[in-house]
């Protein structure tokens, strides 16, 4: 069975830093691209950035460029997202997502090419 298991959400003002974590069991690891998706209230669910595990190729949404960054732990079947200069507009419930993906930069920040969605994790910032 499949399962991933998001951490690290929490309330933090802007300008702060949060890491959430995405524990993925049931798979094999490196076969996989891990992504986190987020969806704010109100609105509908947007890819946020993704990892190819295997090579570690990684691709983010224009929003977050620069100041989010993906990382895996391949040791800990773990991928971290480092959220650094959170924004008001950043306050969403996060969602760690897996499928076998290779082509990042079509289908990665695409909800409809995951097949395994964990929980989400609350992330609110404070202006």
């Known amino acids: 069975e499949v399962q991933l298991q998001a951490s690290g959400g929490g309330l933090v003002q802007a300008g702060g830093s949060l890491r959430l974590s995405c524990v993925a069991s049931?798979?094999?690891?490196?076969?996989?691209?891990i992504a986190w998706f987020r969806q704010a209230p109100g609105k509908e669910r947007e890819g946020v950035s993704c990892i190819e595990i295997s090579d570690g190729s990684t691709r983010y949404a224009s929003s977050v460029k620069g100041r989010f960054t993906i990382s895996s732990d391949n040791a800990k079947n773990t991928v971290y997202l480092q959220m650094n200069s959170l924004k008001p507009e950043d306050t969403a419930i996060y969602y760690c997502?897996?499928?076998?993906?290779?082509?990042?930069?079509?289908?990665?920040?695409?909800?409809?090419?995951?097949?395994?969605w964990g929980q989400g994790t609350l992330v609110t910032v404070s202006s």
């Open positions: 049931g798979i094999t690891f490196d076969d996989y691209t």
């Open positions: 997502a897996a499928d076998m993906i290779i082509n990042l930069e079509r289908y990665g920040l695409g909800q409809n090419e995951y097949d395994y």
